[in-house]
């Protein structure tokens, strides 16, 4: 029998896909991209110019730091001047003053720029690691995003912020870096937060509600990952004692509060008005959480933490950005999928990467390059007309939020009658100046007992009006924004 032998054709090599997925690979992913784009909106938000009312005064406060050292008496009113003040802030307040020696306000707007950075990261960071997938972390952390742009602004709350955030980041994601060790991180950021700001109060807040949530859900703080979070909490707790003023700043956020009938007629301390756009952004985040936490049935401790927040910013208006932080999280681990498209590394994404490092790049410039202040919402004008009729250094009136202007451009030749330390004037002074900010009975008695010589007032407000109408007073400047009006001799007002 014979076997004929067929030649075997030669097999065609395959495709090489070793060039391309080596191409591909030399990209950044595409969670990269979406990353930077927080990273960028965050960097714009913190960078603007500085304006601030309060920020203001904090930095005039970094700048008495530097020369004199941490205040404990007030040094900036004629009303109150020596009245035991608490710079709850002089931590924030003097990393202002050395960026203020380095580089001045340009240094203060890079700084910003950064902090916003970092929290614009650690929101999509947060958001993409619990919920699995792009998108669904992209919307929920851009909704927290603008909900947090409702308090943003250059004082020291951003640093409240940011540490929020690392501490929600902390407890929700144990297996971090910052999550792997509680005992280092929680001490450190909290005496870092209790020297910035008066939220740290807040930070304690949220870790007592997790871990009591999580006992309710049969995991008490006795074994575990929860003994290991109470523990670093009682330290960091024992730590935030170690300060300039001792109990008086760990009691201070208290202390505060206590002044309600003071803080009811602050903007940032009333309920969000939902006609405003911001306040509808909190809205909706309201809304959000409601219908996801509902229908993926969330465990007690999400319910825990997620309403108490939630009411915290119905409450009060500063309180919005905390809550959007500590929701965040709660609602990207509810909608998590583990069908999540492939993070594709592409090699076009350069593009895309570059185009948003330029654009940082450019906010950075610009920063550089143009006036580091915005005075436009402050009396300009109304107060260079005070300097040249020589009344610089009278005991002036003007509004809390003009007093801090004051404080960062004129002091110490001119001192104020009331700014918005509202945890420090006494009473009496609250009283007063809500008697002048309202027109009240009375508004008059307040400037004759105060020894009052020069009022500088928003010229559309009611105390204008009757100073205006008022033999003793004598207009000496005038604009759309602020009026001028200066005290007569005794003789000249009969």
């Not at 960097?43 to 730091?65: C, K, P, V, Y």
């Not at 920063?367 to 009344?391: C, H, I, K, M, N």
């Amino acid at each position: 029998m014979t076997v004929t032998v067929r030649p075997v054709a030669p097999a065609q090599d395959a495709p090489d896909t070793s060039t391309d997925t080596a191409r591909a690979a030399r990209g950044p992913k595409l969670s990269t991209i979406y990353t930077l784009v927080f990273v960028a909106a965050g960097f714009h938000a913190g960078i603007e110019r500085l304006h601030d009312n309060s920020f203001l005064w904090h930095l005039r406060t970094g700048q008495w730091i530097l020369d004199h050292g941490i205040p404990h008496h007030d040094p900036y009113s004629f009303t109150a001047h020596g009245t035991v003040w608490v710079a709850q802030s002089w931590l924030a307040e003097l990393i202002y003053g050395v960026l203020d020696v380095l580089h001045g306000g340009v240094a203060i707007r890079l700084f910003g720029g950064v902090i916003g950075a970092v929290v614009g990261f650690l929101l999509y960071r947060v958001a993409l690691q619990l919920a699995g997938e792009r998108m669904r972390a992209a919307l929920l952390a851009a909704l927290a995003y603008v909900v947090l742009l409702n308090v943003w602004s250059e004082r020291p709350l951003m640093l409240g912020l940011l540490a929020m955030l690392v501490v929600v980041y902390a407890v929700e994601l144990p297996d971090s870096p910052i999550g792997r060790h509680p005992m280092v991180t929680l001490p450190v950021l909290m005496w870092f937060w209790a020297n910035v700001h008066g939220t740290f109060a807040l930070g304690f807040v949220y870790l007592a509600l997790h871990l009591a949530g999580r006992a309710w859900e049969g995991n008490p703080p006795t074994r575990g990952r929860e003994r290991a979070l109470l523990r670093a909490s009682v330290v960091a707790g024992l730590v935030t004692l170690v300060n300039p003023y001792g109990l008086d700043l760990v009691l201070f956020p208290l202390r505060l509060i206590g002044r309600d009938h003071v803080l009811s007629s602050v903007a940032e301390w009333q309920s969000p008005n939902f006609r405003e756009l911001g306040a509808r952004c909190f809205a909706l985040l309201i809304v959000v959480t409601i219908v996801i936490l509902a229908r993926k049935h969330a465990g007690r401790r999400d319910l825990l933490v997620s309403i108490a927040f939630l009411v915290l910013g119905l409450w009060a208006v500063r309180n919005v950005g905390l809550a959007a932080i500590v929701v965040l999280p709660v609602l990207a681990r509810l909608v998590h999928t583990d069908d999540a498209r492939p993070d594709e590394r592409r090699a076009f994404h350069w593009v895309w990467a570059a185009g948003l490092i330029l654009l940082i790049a450019g906010f950075a410039n610009q920063a550089r390059t143009e006036l580091p202040f915005d005075f436009s919402g402050y009396p300009v004008a109304a107060w260079q007309a005070v300097q040249r009729q020589g009344l610089e250094g009278q005991h002036l009136v003007t509004t809390d939020a003009w007093a801090g202007y004051l404080i960062e451009q004129a002091w110490p030749q001119q001192t104020v009658f009331y700014d918005d330390r509202y945890d420090m004037y006494p009473l009496a002074m609250n009283t007063d100046y809500m008697k002048l900010l309202d027109a009240q009975p009375g508004w008059q008695n307040v400037l004759d007992r105060h020894r009052v010589d020069v009022v500088m007032w928003p010229a559309r407000q009611a105390l204008s009006q009757l100073l205006a109408l008022d033999p003793h007073w004598r207009k000496t400047f005038g604009d759309d924004k602020a009026v001028v009006y200066v005290r007569r001799p005794a003789t000249a007002a009969h």
